[in-house]
T-cell receptor, first 114, second 111 residues
Framework: KAGVTQTPRYLIKTRGQQVTLSCSPI?????VSWYQQTPGQGLQFLFEYFSETQRNKGNFPGRFSGRQFSNSRSEMNVSTLELGDSALYLC?????????????FGPGTRLTVT | EDQVTQSPEALRLQEGESSSLNCSYTVSGLRGLFWYRQDPGKGPEFLFTLYSAGEEKEKERLKATLTKKESFLHITAPKPEDSATYLCAVWEDTGRRALTFGSGTRLQVQP
């Protein structure tokens, strides 16, 4: 079974621009979560999507948004980029069942904001 | 206030030298505790899920245990390929489906 894929793997943007990252979950998984990883803050939860609906949201500003499509693929958008948005953005998929929550991560997108 | 604390921050072992990594948590209700391994430049790789105190899981040289306040990841006779950052994360019983991660333990196993 193919794992979680993320595109692009690397991205360089300028402050003020916006960016869209893409994630394809494991086949059959309906839940997609996004995390930001930085050396200073570690892994922090951004949001979770299930069946095209945002089910949970972390403590990030409104510049961070996402969506999920009917095939469970998800996109994350960051508008008006700031230098502090430079990070590894990780997508994780899970089955979405209420009782279990194993999340499987993709390789990440390394975003550098200059 | 950190909810998930991992120790030590870094650990250097000789090949074959067994040790344990600690993950302590302070959450009101635990629905699950997860261990991941992360290699540089890659996404975390799922290792174990523990759902209740007393539960243990094993995979090759790794064994994870869970109490009501902490979890241990025991590494028996490690090899250089076990070098990585080990992350633990908790799923709290708040109705919110989100993992809270610790800052990780960087393990280096020298031949």
């Amino acid at each position: 079974k193919a794992g979680v894929t993320q595109t692009p793997r690397y991205l360089i943007k300028t402050r003020g621009q916006q960016v869209t990252l893409s994630c394809s979950p494991i086949s059959g998984h309906r839940s997609v979560s996004w995390y930001q990883q930085t050396p200073g803050q570690g892994l922090q939860f951004l949001f979770e999507y299930f069946s095209e609906t945002q089910r949970n949201k972390g403590n990030f500003p409104g510049r961070f948004s996402g969506r999920q499509f009917s095939n469970s693929r998800s996109e994350m958008n960051v508008s008006t980029l700031e230098l502090g948005d430079s990070a590894l953005y990780l997508c994780a998929s899970s089955g979405g069942d209420r009782g279990t929550y194993e999340q499987y991560f993709g390789p990440g997108t390394r975003l550098t904001v200059t | 206030e950190d909810q998930v604390t991992q120790s030590p921050e870094a650990l250097r072992l000789q090949e074959g030298e067994s040790s344990s990594l600690n993950c302590s948590y302070t959450v009101s209700g635990l629905r699950g505790l997860f261990w991941y391994r992360q290699d540089p430049g890659k996404g975390p790789e799922f290792l174990f899920t523990l759902y209740s105190a007393g539960e243990e899981k094993e995979k090759e040289r790794l064994k994870a245990t869970l109490t009501k306040k902490e979890s241990f990841l025991h590494i028996t006779a490690p090899k250089p390929e076990d070098s990585a950052t080990y992350l633990c994360a908790v799923w709290e019983d708040t109705g919110r489906r989100a993992l809270t991660f610790g800052s990780g333990t960087r393990l280096q196993v020298q031949p």
